[in-house]
């Protein structure tokens, strides 16, 4: 639901209703969490904490490959164990945005390349980039709430529900819009929020 003055850029690309939710996860996102956790030293404790049954499916996967959404929760699950800050996920999520721009994410790079782009060029194309990295289900939201900033929503996503994956998707958010802006500010909205949804408050200068 939107308030006096909000406009919807994007609306999500189903009701409510027939929104469904993600059943698998690109490899390409995991494995660049997977680098940041190695630059970390904690790639050891990392496996030691992966459920054994989507251990090889994970340690495993090629580039570009869709894995089911399972082994994406015991990924993000190991990822939670492993006691980052919130900083420290919000740090990774950043950090796997940077690493997948010239891959699933190259039209971000390209635009930001173009002279007069804005972060209202990119937010609109949010179901676009959501499903190279998602699929099955799910998708996003843009509701313009002033000249410089917006509400970014994710539904039917059950990444969600792992509260280490909410932290790294707000700081992915932030690297990416910061790539049209000197700096950007993601802050979730905890009252609009499910197991397998988020709201998140964008602003920028």
Wanted: hydrophobic share 40%; aromatic share 8%.
């Amino acid at each position: 639901m939107t308030s006096p003055g909000e406009e919807i850029l994007l609306p999500f690309p189903a009701p409510a209703a027939s929104l469904g939710v993600a059943t698998e996860v690109r490899s390409t996102l995991i494995a660049s969490s997977i680098e940041s956790l190695r630059r970390r030293g904690v790639y050891d404790r990392y496996t030691k904490l992966l459920v054994p049954s989507h251990k090889d499916t994970i340690l495993m996967s090629v580039a570009g490959q869709w894995l089911p959404m399972s082994a994406g929760i015991a990924h993000y699950s190991a990822c939670e164990a492993l006691g980052f800050t919130v900083e420290e996920q919000f740090a990774i999520g950043a950090e796997v945005s940077h690493k997948i721009h010239d891959t699933f994410l190259g039209v971000v790079v390209k635009m930001a390349k173009n002279a007069g782009v804005t972060p209202w060029t990119l937010l609109p194309k949010g179901n676009q980039l959501y499903g190279r990295l998602l699929s099955g289900g799910g998708g996003t939201q843009i509701t313009r709430l002033g000249p410089k900033e917006c509400r970014a929503e994710m539904a039917g996503l059950p990444l969600l529900e792992i509260p280490y994956f909410r932290n790294a998707i707000r700081g992915l958010y932030q690297a990416a819009i910061t790539l049209f802006c000197v700096r950007t500010y993601v802050n979730e909205i905890p009252r609009r929020a499910t197991p397998t949804s988020i709201a998140m408050r964008i602003a920028w200068v």
